[in-house]
């Protein structure tokens, strides 16, 4: 085997070959990896969103209606109409 010009340019063109093949199939896998792990993470923060806005959604549903007096005060209205009517007060 002789060190020629030719035997180096094949030679060498065949291992970058070989090594291209190895990383682009490494870097597959690792692109796999990647991409699994995103679509998990994705699936994680969504979830955990979802949840949380479950959780404010009952919360301020409960302090709405806590703080919702609008009943009471029709009720109220409606109290002090019958209360003026039959003190004679009013309209």
Do not use: W
């Amino acid at each position: 085997m002789e060190l020629t010009k030719e035997y180096f340019e094949t030679h060498l063109e065949k291992q970058l070959k070989l090594t291209k093949e190895y990383f682009d199939k490494k870097f597959d896998k690792i692109d796999r990896g990647f991409d699994s792990q995103n679509k998990e993470l994705k699936e994680y923060v969504r979830d955990s969103f979802g949840a949380q806005q479950t959780y404010m959604e009952e919360r301020f549903t409960k302090v709405k209606d806590m703080l919702d007096v609008r009943d009471q005060v029709s009720v109220l209205s409606y109290d002090m109409r019958r209360v003026k009517q039959k003190l004679g007060i009013g309209k």
